[in-house]
């Protein structure tokens, strides 16, 4: 989770509680697209269900340096 000026990682249910109100939210999830959700001033009392759609990726680029490392290595290639 990403707000305006802090990162907060949700727990294993996927779960997260902001301290303070934002107008938005950007959600990141590996396998998922990118999200972003925008509250109302008044933020909800009740837990709010933010879904983000699957994304397969086709390709990707690493670096001369991930290349070489043999754990980024090999979770990039997990991803395809």
């Known amino acids: 989770m990403t707000l305006p000026n802090e990162m907060i990682r949700t727990d294993e249910q996927g779960m997260f509680t902001m301290k303070s109100p934002a107008a938005k939210v950007g959600v990141r999830a590996c396998g998922y697209r990118r999200g972003e959700v925008t ?42």
């Open 39 to 80: 509250f109302p001033a008044l933020a909800p009392k009740s837990p709010v269900q933010i879904a983000l759609l699957p994304f397969t990726p086709k390709a990707l680029y690493l670096t001369y340096y991930g290349i070489g490392d043999r754990e980024l290595r090999n979770s990039a290639l997990k991803l395809i």
